[in-house]
C-alpha cells in the first residue's frame, strides 16, 4: 500500500523502509494487532541504542475496546482523537528520566525518540502504520500510568492498518493526500569552527 | 558482515536492519565516506517524524583528516576518543531546544533521536557501522559550532566501516565481543489504571 506521492524524495535514495514511511490520520476501526505483531514492535524498541545502555524507555499499550484505551483515548486533543479513535492500539510513551535513586538522566528523551523510531521502522516492515502524538494532557496520562514517579510522559503513538483518506473529514482528508514537506539538508548543517591555533607568542 | 554474536534475541523476529545493529568501536581508520553516502545518511535523518514537523534536528559533519574533526575529536571524553579518531567521521548532532522566537520545542531531543535513529538504519543498509557518544565536553562542542545560540548538543556519532576487533586494545575488545543485554519487555511495560467511574451517588 506504498503511495508514491507520500514517498521521500531524496537526493541519494532510502531505504524504502525510511522513504515510505509517513503518520497517516486514516486508520481500519476493525483492525486489531495480533499478540505477535504487538511482541515485535516492542523488542524493536528494546533493542534500540541508548546512553551506557540505560533503556530509559518505558510504554503502556493500549488495545482499542479496553478500558486502559478509553483513558488515554479521553486524554488525547479533541483534535487528535477525532482520528485515533480507529488505530488498533494507542501506546503512551515514557521516559524513566529519573533513576529510582534520584539520579537524572540527560539522554532520556532523546534515547526514547529511537526507541519509537525503531519501533515504527519494525511496524512500517510489518505492514502497520504509526502516528506519533504529543498533543495529549500530560497530567492525565501521568494520572493514569501506573509507575514510581520516575517517568516523564512524552508521546502517545497510534499503531495500526492505514486505510483510504476516504474514511476522514474533508480537512483530514486533504492533509492526508497533502505532499510531504522537509527543510533542505543545507538548513539542517551546522559548520564546526576550526580549532584555535595556540598562541605561541 | 553480520556477526551472530550480536543479533539481537527476541521473542519475535525483527528486520534484520533493526536485529543486527548494534554500536561498535572498531572502525577502520583508512575508510573514508563518499558524499553520496554522506547525504543518504543526512536525508535519512531528515524524513524523520517529528513534533508539527519541527525538524529541530541539525548535523556538523566532520570528516577525518580535516580541522573540523581535530576540534570535535579532542571534545571527546579520553575514552571515546581512542576509538572514535579511526571512524570515517563524527557527526555532531544538536536540537533546536528553541525557535528563532523564543519558543521552546519539548520534543526536541525525542525527535532528534528520532532522526540519528532513521540515520542509523540507513547505515545499517548501506554497510556503515554508527556508534553515538554522550562522553564530550558540551560547553567545547557548543563553542564549535557556528550557530544562533539556540541549539543543544546532545550526542556526536561516530560513522566509519567496522573492522574487526583485534585492533582495539584488550579491553576494548572484550567489550566489542561481548553479548548485547537488554532489560526484558516486561521491565519496559506500564499499566495502565483504568478510567474512574463518574461518581453517581
Same mark, same amino acid.
Given at each position: 500500500m506504498n503511495d508514491p506521492a507520500k514517498t521521500a524524495t531524496t537526493a541519494e535514495p532510502l531505504h524504502?523502509?525510511?522513504?515510505e514511511r509517513w503518520s497517516p490520520r486514516a486508520f481500519d476501526p476493525e483492525h486489531q494487532l495480533t499478540e505477535r505483531q504487538t511482541t515485535a514492535l516492542l523488542e524493536a524498541a528494546r533493542w534500540a541504542p541508548s546512553a551506557g545502555n540505560s533503556q530509559p524507555w518505558r510504554f503502556a499499550v493500549a488495545h482499542r475496546g479496553t478500558p486502559a484505551h478509553a483513558g488515554v483515548l479521553d486524554a488525547l486533543d479533541r483534535g487528535n482523537q477525532v482520528w485515533a479513535h %480507529? =488505530?488498533?492500539a494507542l501506546i503512551v510513551? %515514557? =521516559?524513566q528520566s529519573v533513576t529510582?535513586?534520584?539520579a537524572t538522566r540527560p539522554w532520556a528523551a532523546y534515547d526514547t525518540g529511537q526507541a519509537v523510531a525503531h519501533l515504527s521502522v519494525q511496524a512500517q516492515h510489518d505492514g502497520l502504520a504509526v502516528h506519533q502524538m504529543g498533543g495529549f494532557d500530560r497530567g492525565r496520562i501521568a494520572t493514569l500510568l501506573v509507575g514510581d514517579g520516575t517517568l516523564t510522559p512524552l508521546t502517545v503513538v497510534a499503531v495500526g492498518r492505514r486505510v483510504d483518506a476516504g474514511r476522514l473529514d474533508e480537512t483530514l482528508a486533504a492533509r492526508e493526500r497533502a505532499t510531504r514537506q522537509r527543510l533542505p539538508i543545507t538548513d539542517l548543517l551546522l559548520s564546526v569552527r576550526p580549532?584555535?591555533?595556540p598562541d605561541r607568542s
Open positions: 524504502p523502509l525510511l522513504a %480507529a =488505530a488498533a510513551v %515514557a =521516559a529510582a535513586d534520584g580549532a584555535p591555533v
